[in-house]
């Protein structure tokens, strides 16, 4: 097992493990191992030199449409944003980025979904970047396979630097994603990945024919644009610090709700019902589902 694994492994899971144990060899380790990375998530913690600081990442599962899919938050390095002036330069409305600084982001995304992928769940998968945008000093890269029930990684990066990442696998049990109605979108809710300080809040998703922009009202930060490319989305944006208890008190990930914007000009509010596939009930319903805390 390399240390990167063993590291994401041992944030994942508090417990204590015997000093005799060989987890890259005992039978019982590796079958755990296997069950957790057919369900969960994906992440890629990159190396800093800062103080360590309580992080908590937010894990849930969707369940719309029959979807069987684990969404984890990865790690966010400690003083992402770094208070202050830093935090002033984020953006609602993002900006394009290309050329060399795209290129270069691209690649270190897909590098680091690709081997996360392989060390965790043994096979490859074909991520491609969807979705590339700016804002302030951060791009931030979606990739996907494009299939039909969708492994997906969202990086972010500061001047050029992986600084955090959050993505997902389909478990044994998913079903293909259904399809996008025409002028609406769909994506599940409930990535976060925060420490002591600060938090960030990423929604990625689908969207339907004749859709080109969309806009979500948000708790943290008002109405944030999204960018939309090729049948995808993705937006993110800061937020305070936030607990496991706080997000399980509130499975709405933040958002009221999304409006989708077409390309006759008009507007169509998507209502969380609408945007996740779940139920009033289900998402006024306290969520149960855990965190992972380094």
């Known amino acids: ?49 800062s103080s360590p600081r309580k992080r908590t990442a937010r894990r849930l599962t969707a369940i719309g449409g029959g979807v069987a899919v684990g969404i984890a938050a990865a790690l966010l390095l400690p003083g992402v944003f770094g208070g202050g002036s830093a935090m002033a330069a984020w953006t609602a409305t993002p900006h394009t980025v290309s050329g060399d600084r795209a290129a270069d982001a691209q690649k ?23 979705v590339t945008e700016g804002r302030g000093p951060w791009t931030l890269v979606y990739v996907n396979d494009d299939s039909s029930h969708l492994a997906e990684i969202t ?25 996008v109605p025409a002028g609406s979108a769909r994506a599940a809710l409930g990535s976060v990945m925060s420490t002591s300080e600060e938090s960030v809040r990423v929604v990625t998703g689908r969207v339907g024919a004749g859709v080109v922009g969309l806009e979500l009202a948000t708790e943290a930060k008002g109405s944030v644009a ?40 008009s507007r169509h509010n998507v209502s969380l019902e609408e945007l996740t596939g779940r139920t009033s009930a289900q998402l006024n319903t306290p969520a149960t589902g855990g965190s992972t805390r380094g």
């Not at 392989?118 to 969807?130: A, D, M, Q, S, Y």
């Not at 972010?156 to 696998?169: A, F, H, N, P, Y």
């Open 226 to 265: 999204a960018t939309v490319s090729g049948g995808y989305f993705a937006a993110w944006w800061p937020d305070a610090p936030t607990t496991e208890e706080r997000e399980n008190a509130s499975p709405r990930g933040g958002v009221k709700h999304v409006t989708a914007i077409l390309q006759n000009g």
């Open 108 to 130: 270190k995304c897909l590098d680091s979904a690709r081997d996360t992928a392989k060390n965790t769940t043994g096979r490859e998968l074909g991520f491609r970047p969807v």
């Open 155 to 179: 990086c972010l990066l500061d001047k050029g630097d992986l600084v955090g990442s959050t993505g997902s696998t389909p478990g044994p049990d998913a079903q293909p994603l259904p399809p």
């Open 1 to 49: 097992m390399n240390d990167t694994l063993d590291h994401t492994l041992r944030d994942l899971d508090p417990a204590v493990t015997p000093a005799d144990l060989d987890t890259s060899t005992d039978p019982k380790a590796r079958a755990l191992l296997a069950r957790v990375v057919a369900t969960d998530s994906m992440g890629t913690p990159e190396p800093t030199t």
